[in-house]
């Protein structure tokens, strides 16, 4: 009966006992099978914490700083181009924003009267490549809509002969000191507005020497320009005291279109008398015209 109750049940509990101790003893119990990996709780490199692979810092973290470096350079250069490296063709492209608030530094190109001339825009000068990979168009077919027309502020120079009027007495001596003082210099301008005429009325300012020179005021002392008398639209820039005693200085002293004293008629006057003669020589009023035909038809 021992052997009947005993043995089967000995076989049975030996037999698990020693398949037991073969899966805890590893690969040295069983030589034909292959080690199990082993499990470790620590993260790896290319896994967060959390064990999501999407918000690991290895994964994607890593090029954020540099991205956000090159995304905010491209958009700080494109802003700083558009504020003070953008260049302007003309006057009217000139914004409003503008006025008053920024300066516009480029080269003369032409001087078409005593007291306005024409710049091409170099915003930036040399810092932005101006006379280095960068040059203005010397040719007037290139310069062509590409220069801005520069009314020089607070300031009236003899008038030149067009639209038919003759030139005033000195028009060609105040030209041909301005064009000898700015013509082909680097000039800055500090704009004020635009006027009637779509030019840009600016304060002019030249480097002469170790110098930087208004040119409104020293056309002034020289005696080629007198004070800008309008009633509407005169810009000064907070100088208009200065350019009068200015003014006076070189009235006293005779120079330029004072050599013969005051007694002159100034460009504001010769003006107005232009546009009064102009206003008295327009075309008769229709009914008048008519009348004139039905005389030469029915001869009455």
Excluded at 33 to 43: C, D, G
Excluded at 108 to 113: F, K, Q, W
Excluded at 124 to 134: C, H, I, L, T, V
């Amino acid at each position: 009966m021992g052997w009947f109750w005993g043995t089967p049940a000995d076989k049975l509990t030996s037999t698990a006992i020693k398949e037991s101790s073969a899966v805890d003893q590893g690969p040295s119990s069983c030589p034909n099978s292959f080690p199990a990996p082993a499990l470790s709780t620590e993260p790896t490199s290319k896994q967060s914490p959390s064990g999501n692979p999407l918000t690991s810092w290895s994964a994607w973290g890593g090029s954020l700083v540099p991205t956000t470096i090159l995304v905010g350079g491209i958009l700080l250069t494109a802003r700083l181009q558009r504020k003070y490296f953008r260049r302007y063709a003309d006057a009217p492209s000139v914004p409003q924003a503008f006025m008053r608030r920024r300066t516009m530094f480029g080269k003369v190109t032409s001087v078409g009267d005593g007291d306005d001339f024409r710049l091409f825009h170099t915003p930036g000068g040399r810092m932005a490549g101006w006379g280095w990979f960068r040059h203005v168009p010397e040719s007037r077919t290139a310069l062509a809509h590409q220069t801005i027309h520069v009314r020089i502020a607070g300031v009236d120079a003899p008038e030149c002969g067009h639209f038919g009027r003759p030139a005033q007495p000195y028009a060609d001596e105040a030209l041909a000191w301005l064009r000898t003082y700015i013509l082909g210099r680097r000039v800055r301008a500090h704009v004020h507005r635009q006027d009637q005429y779509s030019r840009v009325v600016a304060t002019v300012y030249v480097r002469r020497g170790l110098f930087k020179k208004d040119v409104g005021f020293e056309m002034l002392r020289a005696g080629w320009a007198t004070i800008y008398e309008g009633k509407a639209g005169a810009e000064f820039g907070g100088v208009e005291k200065k350019y009068r005693a200015e003014e006076k200085k070189a009235k006293d002293a005779r120079r330029g279109i004072w050599r013969k004293g005051t007694a002159g008629e100034s460009p504001m006057a010769y003006k107005a008398r232009y546009k009064n003669t102009e206003n008295k020589t327009e075309k008769k009023p229709q009914h008048q015209q008519d009348k004139g035909w039905l005389k030469r038809i029915f001869g009455s």
